[in-house]
C-alpha cells in the first residue's frame, strides 16, 4: 500500500516534495492545496487535483501524512499545530531559536488527537542537526563549526529586493576558506561571525536609481549584512537571468575534538552538502521523514518528534533485513 500524501503549499518546496514522491515508489500524491485560485496552479502530477486550503479538512481520511510547505515565520507556527488535529504532518521549520516553543505547542496538540507531527526537517535544521548531535556525542572534548554555502539565501535576497529601486536580487552566502582550514587543521579558532562568512550581492536597479545608495542599505541592514564582510555587484536582468536563476546550496558541520589521556589526539568529523537545488533536497529529506511518520503512526506512535527522536530504520524504503545486509 502506498503512502498517501497531500502537500499543503506549491512553491519551490511543494514542487521539490512532488518530484520527491515521484522518486520514491512506496508514496503517492492524492491532493495539493493552494491559497491561491487552484484552477490557476498548475502541477507535474497527472490526475491529482489541486484544492484551496478551505478543502483539506474535508480530506483527511484521504491522506496518511500532510506535508506543510509554508513559511517558517508567519505560517508553520500557526499551520503545523492546527492541521496536526486532522493529519499526521511534517514541516520544514526552521527558526532554530523557537524550536522548542513551536515543538510544545505541535506536540500538545499531536498528543490529544492521536497524530504525529515531525517538525524541522530538512538539511539545517535536520541533517545537520544530526551530525552535530553524533560528533558531540562521540568527540565530548570539542568544538563545533557550521558552515553554510556557497549558496542563494533566500531570505536575504528577499530582504536586498524590498529596497526601494532594486528590481531583483540573489545573495550568496560564502564560508572563508581560512577559516575552514583552520578548522580543518584541528586548530580550534574562536571566529566571529565575519570571519566565517561573507555575503555576495547581485542586484538589478532601476534605471537611475542611486546605486551608492542601495549598496550602503544593503551593506549596513541589521540582522542581515551589517556584521559580513559584503560585495555589492550591479548586474543587467539578463544576467542575473543567465547566471542566478538557480537556487544552489549547500555547507558543511565539522566538529574538531581531542582524544587520548592527555588529550594529545586531534579527530576532524566533517559532513558536507553541495546541492543543484537547495528546495529539491529538502524535499528529498521531509519525504523520507514523512514515511516515519506514517510507520510510527501505524505503531501507536503520538505527539511530536524531531530527527532525533527517530530511528534510521524508519525512514528508508527498505526492509530491516535489507539495511542490515547492505548498509551496516
Not at 522548542?100 to 498528543?111: G, I, R
Not at 586548530?187 to 549598496?215: M, W, Y
Request: proline share 4%; hydrophobic share 35%; glycine share 8%.
Amino acid at each position: 500500500m502506498s503512502i498517501r500524501i497531500g502537500i499543503m503549499g506549491y512553491g519551490n518546496l511543494g514542487r521539490g516534495i512532488e518530484c520527491a514522491i515521484k522518486q520514491n515508489d512506496d508514496m503517492e500524491l492524492v491532493a495539493v492545496f493552494t491559497r491561491r485560485n487552484p484552477e490557476t496552479v498548475k502541477i507535474l502530477t497527472p490526475d491529482v487535483n489541486v484544492y484551496s486550503v478551505d478543502e483539506a479538512i474535508n480530506k483527511k481520511d484521504e491522506i496518511d501524512v500532510l506535508i506543510l510547505c509554508g513559511g517558517s515565520a508567519t505560517d508553520l507556527p500557526e499551520q503545523t499545530p492546527e492541521y496536526a488535529k486532522y493529519f499526521n504532518v511534517i514541516d520544514s521549520f526552521d527558526t532554530h531559536a523557537k524550536i522548542p516553543e513551536h515543538f510544545n505547542n505541535v506536540n500538545k496538540v499531536a498528543k490529544e488527537y492521536n497524530h504525529i507531527g515531525i517538525i524541522s526537517v530538512g538539511w539545517d535544521p535536520g541533517m545537520f542537526s544530526l551530525n552535530r548531535l553524533y560528533a558531540n556525542a562521540i568527540l565530548s572534548d570539542g568544538n563545533d563549526y557550521t558552515f553554510w554555502g556557497k549558496g542563494v539565501s533566500q531570505g536575504h535576497s528577499d530582504a536586498i529586493r524590498r529596497i526601494e529601486g532594486v528590481i531583483d536580487a540573489r545573495q550568496y552566502t560564502v564560508p572563508v576558506d581560512e577559516a575552514v582550514m583552520s578548522v580543518r587543521n584541528g586548530e580550534n579558532p574562536t571566529l566571529s561571525t565575519r570571519q566565517k562568512h561573507t555575503r555576495e550581492c547581485f542586484v538589478v536597479v532601476e534605471d537611475g536609481a542611486d546605486k551608492s545608495r542601495i549598496e550602503n542599505e544593503i551593506k549596513t541592514m541589521p540582522n542581515y549584512f551589517s556584521d559580513y564582510d559584503t560585495t555589492v555587484n550591479f548586474i543587467s536582468m539578463e544576467e542575473l537571468l543567465k547566471n542566478h536563476s538557480g537556487i544552489p546550496h549547500g555547507g558543511m558541520v565539522i566538529r574538531s575534538g581531542k582524544t587520548g589521556w592527555n588529550s594529545e589526539n586531534n579527530n576532524i568529523i566533517e559532513y558536507s552538502l553541495k546541492l543543484d537545488s537547495n528546495p529539491e533536497f529538502t524535499a528529498s529529506v521531509i519525504a523520507a521523514y514523512a514515511r516515519a511518520a506514517y510507520r510510527l503512526n501505524k505503531e501507536g506512535e503520538t505527539g511530536c518528534k524531531t530527527v532525533f527522536d527517530i530511528a534510521p530504520r524508519y525512514i528508508i524504503n527498505k526492509s530491516y533485513e535489507e539495511i542490515l545486509g547492505n548498509l551496516l
